[in-house]
């Protein structure tokens, strides 16, 4: 095939949910508030950490990352899901389409690394509790949330660079909502096995090993909370890890859903839902976790309303 005919696709054609019939503004409504919810959320999370001395703790500093990693996905999806809801699809330029993903992919990964690091900050506080304060200092948190977004987004954007220079000949309709790394590739009229490669090595650092990293770390509390003498002592410490345990099943069931589970377990509308739940929908529950499990939260809230 000659350099001609691979160079003819020029943008991406996303379906989005295809036809809704009638239900368009229904929908449009729905995402439109969770959208607003997920900001107002986490912008109200990222003041009061900023603002509220009862909020100094490195838990908290993690959390409030999260947040903007949290912002930065659905901002990412959104506003395009709206425009392709109203207008029932959405022709959008290759390197938009680029750059969606590897935002998309940037703050998944970082999403991944920060609910690790949360996971090994509880291990400290529940496992190790009298060296907690000496370890979590201000230097390693710094280093660690530096770490997860440098790290996410040179992996993604390594990843983008490679996808930039595949030849698309068409066809360019791509049956989902956002532009994902499989639908992209599947249109690309080059041999994209070497990518896919690199996908997998490259990945793995931000998806699979922080998973593993998580058990590991729970399987230690669980083991010291059971050991606990006292149901008091025993329902405190769990309760210090109970809203960060609470996102972590909801992102990764999510994602494993997707992309552990082979294509043919799922039909295309079952993906659709899937990926809105863990890139619109959970972002905009986070907050609210935190906040309703979080005594602390909810009283820096109260303080910064008296203040006003």
């Known amino acids: 095939m000659n350099k001609k005919n691979q160079t003819v696709v020029t943008e991406f054609l996303l379906l989005g949910f295809g036809s809704l019939h009638g239900l368009q503004v229904l929908l449009f409504v729905l995402c439109l508030l969770v959208y607003v919810m997920c900001m107002v959320g986490n912008i109200m999370i990222i003041v009061l950490v900023s603002t509220s001395h009862l909020l100094e703790s490195p838990m908290y500093f993690f959390i409030c990352h999260l947040s903007l990693s949290d912002m930065l996905l659905t901002t990412d999806i959104v506003p395009n899901l709206l425009h392709i809801i109203l207008e029932d699809g959405k022709a959008m330029p290759f ?23 949360m996971s090994y900050d509880r291990y400290l506080a529940i496992c190790n509790p009298l060296s907690y304060v000496s370890i979590m200092g201000t230097k390693l948190r710094y280093h660690l949330v530096t770490g997860s977004w440098a790290l996410s987004f040179a992996i993604t954007l390594t990843i983008a660079i490679l996808m930039s220079n595949l030849h698309f000949c068409g066809p360019n309709v791509i049956d ?26 490259l990945t793995a650092p931000v998806t699979i090993l922080p998973f593993t990293g998580i058990i590991v770390s729970y399987i230690c509390i669980f083991v010291v909370i059971i050991n606990i003498p006292s149901v008091t002592g025993r329902q405190k410490a769990f309760s210090t890890c109970s809203s960060h345990l609470t996102v972590v099943c909801i992102f990764y069931l999510s994602l494993i859903a997707i992309y552990l589970v082979p294509a043919s377990g799922h039909s295309v509308i079952v993906l659709k839902v899937l990926s809105l739940m863990y890139s619109v929908i959970t972002p905009s529950l986070n907050p609210l976790i935190y906040t309703l499990r979080n005594q602390e939260i909810k009283e820096a809230f109260v303080k910064l309303v008296c203040l006003r």
């Open 95 to 117: 390197i938009d389409c680029i750059t969606q993903f590897q935002l998309f992919g940037a703050s998944t990964g970082t999403e991944c690394l920060l609910l690790t690091a």
């Open 176 to 201: 989902h909502f956002f532009c994902d790394f499989v639908p992209i590739l599947q249109l690309s009229c080059s041999d994209t096995s070497f990518l896919q490669i690199v996908d997998l090595i």
